[in-house]
């Protein structure tokens, strides 16, 4: 893929991922995505787990790495974000979601998915950046997990501890779930591999695919990588192919300022989308001035300039 083009100086949030979907008649559907914020928030000082409400505007409930669903059965908004453990009386993380016909007012949250212990990962470790996607008369939740238990190899600079970390994929009859894991043993992408914020893409072929972001903290240079998956999403259908590395984006060495700190290069939050003229696009997140938790976390764009998933 191309990653010519600048990025928007936007701040990951709700909000503007909302006001997006609105905009575009929730056509396209942009997840919030990646690393969890450092900043202290009010919802972290909540220990009890959240009842539902109606009436709800956005500033007045919980949401993290939130993504719509724009479902045209219902003629209903399905708003999914992350639930911390601590928020779902189970004792385990998972998928919370949110329903409306306007965008402006909500109903929720509603536990649609929970860690169950008999998988690869630690229930109470996060369920990050869901999303949910109608396919095949089905929707499928596509959510990253987490086993610091099982380390990996670790390198690059800064060092720092790698381990188990992959997008999972559950199928409900229902966008209000429950939503069942399709694989427990292991993850879908390489075991290897510590990924995130994986997400589906369907090519001309009918060929689905999750791609995903492949995580700096192993790879150092952040890569965009795509695996094919089986018809029914349950098992990966190949090898997994490279699209491109954060450093590939021309702003950041544009906007790079020398500093001490070493250099990383991050890649969070693929969501991939064809334009009305054929274009493939995709949305990224980065950091503007590519220092780490220093600056601003960003939305950038790439093309293809084939009009194909491989690029470039």
Request: net charge neutral; with cysteine; charged share 20%.
């Amino acid at each position: 893929m191309n990653t010519e083009l600048s990025p928007r100086k936007l701040r990951a949030s709700a909000r503007g991922v909302i006001a997006l979907a609105a905009a575009l008649g929730a056509a396209v559907l942009v997840p919030v995505v990646a690393q969890p914020p450092k900043a202290a928030r009010p919802e972290d000082a909540i220990t009890q787990p959240l009842t539902p409400r109606s009436g709800l505007r956005l500033p007045e409930f919980f949401i993290h790495d939130p993504w719509i669903l724009a479902e045209q059965l219902t003629q209903t908004y399905y708003l999914y974000t992350s639930a911390p453990s601590r928020l779902t009386g189970l004792n385990r993380a998972g998928t919370f979601v949110y329903k409306s016909k306007d965008l402006a007012t909500w109903e929720g949250p509603f536990v649609v998915f929970a860690c169950p212990d008999d998988c690869w990962a630690v229930p109470q470790e996060g369920a990050w950046a869901p999303e949910v996607h109608a396919y095949k008369g089905k929707y499928y939740l596509f959510t990253t997990l987490h086993n610091p238990t099982k380390p990996l190899p670790t390198q690059g600079v800064p060092a720092r501890p790698n381990f188990m970390r992959s997008t999972m994929i559950a199928v409900s009859d229902s966008p209000m779930g429950p939503f069942t894991l399709l694989k427990k043993d292991a993850p879908v992408a390489p075991s290897s591999f510590m990924t995130l914020d994986g997400t589906l893409f369907v090519d001309p072929a009918g060929q689905p695919w999750m791609v995903y972001a492949h995580e700096h903290r192993q790879k150092h240079d952040g890569t965009m990588e795509a695996l094919p998956l089986a018809d029914d999403l349950a098992r990966a259908a190949g090898d997994p192919i490279y699209l491109f590395k954060a450093s590939d984006a021309p702003w950041i060495n544009e906007q790079a300022v020398p500093n001490a700190r070493a250099t990383v290069y991050v890649t969070d939050g693929p969501e991939l989308f064809r334009t009305r003229t054929g274009q493939l696009l995709m949305l990224w997140s980065s950091y503007e001035k590519n220092d780490l938790g220093m600056d601003s976390y960003v939305e950038t764009v790439a093309r293809s300039r084939t009009g194909r998933l491989k690029g470039p």
